[in-house]
Each structure stands twice: as structure tokens, then as C-alpha cells.
């Protein structure tokens, strides 16, 4: 069931009115219930590794707490981690290995039989088996207590706005929220709603519709040369961040609908001044994980600047590997790593353990944007061949700036009312983006007269049924990782 169908509309109408009838000692089990059925539309066998995780932490979360030698508490915590990240492991790797040995049975270089098994990444396994380790760890670590009730946490690990595609939520936050009382909301419903709208208009009107467009060139690489890979890689760039934070707005007005508050998972990453901001504004809820359950156990940086590098590197590494074992999303990894360690050195954010001021120039924007486009070519490319094509025919031609021109109109084969819709879509994208960096636009908008706000509403909505492409729902991209 994805948030961009019909029967999510229908799903979400429903769990909605029924929510407000069911007495607040019951709503947990509610959600509960909910969260499966939502998880079970998509594939039924999900649900035995939602619930083997689910039950899995919250046994040994109980048998660490009570624990009585450092030894013990270290056996469970790794008796919840180690399954879990052997079976994300399992899924990660299996289907990649077998493709890459069936090419080379259909090279001839192996004298066996095509092997047939299909091996599907469960939907939304990386996100709960995440919060569910940082849920053991935060136990393990003294931070939180072990939750006494199954149900409470069973929700925490399936609460269905978040199960697919985040944001990785943190048990001190969200359990306390499942557990009180929390009478119906007029302004937690409305900014909810407005919320997802706005999470949609990114996704139907901006993500779905340059998709088309980039994958045209990326899935055809070889046939292209010059300026079409700098523009469509320039629209991966808006694409992935309008169809990732889509989802988050989604799922984070979803569950306001019900109360519940999830942390924001996006902060207008793309004016950041440096590839450091970028991270702390983008995918916070992973990007925060790996600081606090990878970067800061290998020491962070409070160890020797060599070391404090090869942590950087280390955590870049294994954040492009949970994208995929692919090799291209391990490069995009090491590259952000090495981008992190070169700001490291030259522009260091403390000497001697004391903050240094640091001013911001307005050409640090610009060239921290191209180098993050630069890492999306890893990031999108089928393969490392296609991205190194790419990236050795960027400026093919470029010294006839006309044909370099004409020849990047042609491949992209884009209609002039396409062009203006996504140049008009883009404008109001950034627009926001802008507004965000003082003050949440929603509720600066709520603000207003009534004759000012709704025409803006009715807009929206207007826009998102008219413009969004019609048929099928397309998946969310981080639906794969």
C-alpha cells in the first residue's frame, strides 16, 4: 500500500475516523493492528520479520536490563544485533551476488544451470531493524529503560507511517508518546493534512515527472555525451530530495493526524554551505544513527586526527553500503567521507578542543550543491561503467557551446509547458526551502487571513490533481534501500 495510491487515501480515512472512536486505553492496540494490516497489503510474509525483530529486542532489552555482569548484558546486546544484521546482510547482498553469477553463466565462463531464486529486499527491513538495534543499544547504554509493555513497543517497531521509509524514530521520543492520553486535536489534524499536501505536491508534481526525464539518460547512458548528463543529474538531484522528503512529510503529517509527533527528517539540505551542514540537514533520523550508533563508538572525533578520519571514512562507507552492496552506492560513500575528511583538514571546526568561528561565503553554497550532484552520478548510475561514461562525456563538445546546447534540447525531448511546469514547481520548491530556514512556511501560512491561505490550499490540491502523472502509483525510491 503506498501513501501515494487510492486505497492508502481510503486506509488512511478509515484508521483516521475509527481512531476517534476507539477509547484512548485501546488506541495503541488500534495502531497496532493497523500497522500490520498496512504492512501485510504489500506482502504478508513481511510481517514474520517485523515481528521476529520486534519480539527478538524486546526480550533481550528485558534479560540486559537485568543483567548483573558487564559480560552478560554485552552477550544479549549482541544476541539482538548480530541476527538482525546478519538478515539485513542476508537480503542486502543475496540478490546482487546471484545476478552477477548468472552473467557470468550466461558468459559461459560456469557450466551450471541459471539459478532462478528471486530474492526481494523485504519493504521498509533497513528502517525497523534499525530503530529496533538503536532501541537495544540505547538499553544496553543506560539511556532508556527496557519497555515493560509488548504492545507499546511492537508499536514503536510497525507504527505504519514510519515502517517503510522512516524517519527512524528513537524509543525515549515516540514510546512515551503511544502512552498518554491525547484528545482530539483541531491544529495537530490541519497541519497534519497540510503537511502531507505538501509532501505529495513533491512527490506527484516534481519527483514523479522529472523521473521520466532522468531515467531516459541514466538507463541509456551510453548513448548520450555533454550537457544532457549535467542537467538530468541536476534534476536527480531535486528528484531524489523532492521524492525522499515527499515521503517524510507524508508520513510525518500522517502521524500527526493521530498525535504523534516524529521527528523532522529534513531541513532545506540543499543550502547548506558545506558538505558537514548537508549531512546534519539531510535524512537527520539516518544520518543522526550513524553518528550515534557508529561514528561516536569508533571514537568519533575526540581521538587522533588520523583516526578521527578513518572514522569518517568508516561511517561513509557503511551508510553507502546500508544504500546497497552495489559498488556504486559504496563509492558514493567513500566519496562523502572523503569530502568530510578534506573539510576536516582545511577548514577545521575546532583547535586545540575550542570552537572556531567560521564565516560563510556565498560561493560555498554553489560548490557544495555540484558536489553533491558530482556524488548523486555514483549514487543513480546502473553501474560504475555507466557513471565513469558520464562522468568522462560531461563537457563532450562543450568547446561549440551551440551544439552543446542543441544537443542537450534534443535528448531531453522536453515539451516547453514540461519545462515551465517544473521551472514554476522548482521556483515554489525553493521558495519554501528559503522560508524554512527562519520559520516553518505551514504555520506561517496558517497565520494568515482566511481570503490569503485557503486560495493557496485550493491551489495545491488543485495542482497536485491536475499535473501529477495518472495510472499506477510509482514506488518511493528509498522503498529499495
Not at 60 to 82: D, N, Q, V, W, Y
Not at 303 to 332: A, D, E, M, Q
Amino acid at each position: 500500500m503506498l501513501f501515494n495510491s487510492l486505497s492508502f487515501g481510503i486506509f488512511i480515512t478509515a484508521v483516521f475516523l475509527l481512531y476517534c472512536l476507539v477509547p484512548h486505553r485501546y488506541r495503541w492496540c488500534f495502531l497496532l493492528i493497523a500497522s500490520y494490516v498496512f504492512y501485510m497489503n504489500l506482502h504478508a510474509g513481511y510481517c514474520i520479520l517485523l515481528l521476529t525483530a520486534t519480539i527478538l529486542t524486546y526480550v533481550l532489552a528485558l534479560r540486559l536490563e537485568k543483567a548483573s555482569t558487564t559480560g552478560a548484558k554485552k552477550l544479549c546486546l549482541l544476541g539482538g544485533i548480530l541476527p538482525l544484521l546478519l538478515i539485513l546482510l542476508f537480503y542486502k547482498t543475496a540478490a546482487p551476488l546471484i545476478d552477477r553469477l548468472n552473467l557470468l553463466i550466461d558468459a559461459g565462463r560456469l557450466h551450471l544451470q541459471p539459478i532462478t531464486l528471486k530474492i526481494l529486499l523485504p519493504a521498509g527491513i533497513s528502517f525497523y531493524f534499525f530503530q529496533s538495534m538503536g532501541y537495544l543499544i540505547d538499553v544496553y547504554r543506560g539511556r532508556i529503560r527496557a519497555e515493560r509493555h509488548f504492545g507499546y513497543y511492537a508499536l514503536f517497531v510497525s507504527f505504519f507511517p514510519q515502517l517503510l521509509a522512516g524517519p527512524i524514530g528513537r524509543a525515549d521520543s515516540l514510546l512515551p508518546q503511544y502512552k498518554k492520553e491525547r484528545p482530539f486535536a483541531y491544529e495537530d489534524v490541519t497541519y497534519g493534512l497540510k503537511l502531507m499536501t505538501w509532501g505529495y505536491f513533491k512527490k506527484l508534481v516534481i519527483a514523479d515527472v522529472l523521473a521520466g526525464i532522468v531515467d531516459a539518460v541514466y538507463n541509456n547512458a551510453q548513448i548520450y555525451v555533454g550537457l544532457v548528463f549535467i542537467v538530468v543529474t541536476l534534476l536527480f538531484a531535486i528528484e531524489i530530495y523532492c521524492d525522499f522528503s515527499g515521503y517524510s512529510d507524508i508520513a510525518i503529517g500522517c502521524a500527526r493526524l493521530f498525535g504523534i509527533r516524529l521527528m523532522t527528517n529534513f531541513k532545506s539540505p540543499y543550502f547548506s554551505f558545506s558538505i558537514r551542514e548537508f549531512w546534519s540537514r539531510w535524512h537527520i533520523s539516518l544520518s543522526t544513527w550513524f553518528r550515534d550508533y557508529v561514528y561516536i563508538p569508533l571514537g568519533g572525533n575526540r581521538v587522533p586526527k588520523w583516526r578521527h578520519c578513518l572514522n569518517l571514512l568508516i561511517t561513509f562507507l557503511v551508510s553507502g553500503f546500508w544504500h546497497g552492496s552495489s559498488l556504486t552506492y559504496i563509492v558514493w560513500g567513500g566519496l562523502h567521507g572523503l569530502l568530510q575528511i578534506a573539510e576536516t583538514l582545511l577548514f577545521p571546526w575546532k583547535r586545540d578542543g575550542v570552537e572556531v568561528s567560521r564565516r560563510r561565503h556565498w560561493w560555498q553554497l554553489p560548490v557544495t550543491f555540484l558536489l553533491l550532484c558530482f556524488t548523486w552520478i555514483f549514487f543513480r548510475a546502473n553501474s560504475i561503467q555507466d557513471a565513469l561514461w558520464i562522468i568522462s562525456r560531461l563537457f563532450w563538445d562543450a568547446s561549440r557551446p551551440l551544439n552543446y546546447l542543441q544537443t542537450c534540447i534534443q535528448c531531453l525531448g522536453v515539451s516547453a509547458s514540461t519545462a515551465l511546469g517544473i521551472g514554476l514547481s522548482v521556483a515554489v520548491l525553493t521558495a519554501y526551502d528559503l522560508t524554512a530556514l527562519k520559520t516553518d512556511p505551514i504555520e506561517a501560512l496558517s497565520r494568515r487571513k482566511f481570503f490569503v491561505r485557503w486560495p493557496v490550499y485550493i491551489c495545491f490540491l488543485v495542482v497536485i490533481a491536475l499535473f501529477a502523472p495518472k495510472g499506477i502509483a510509482t514506488e518511493f525510491i528509498y522503498f529499495q534501500f
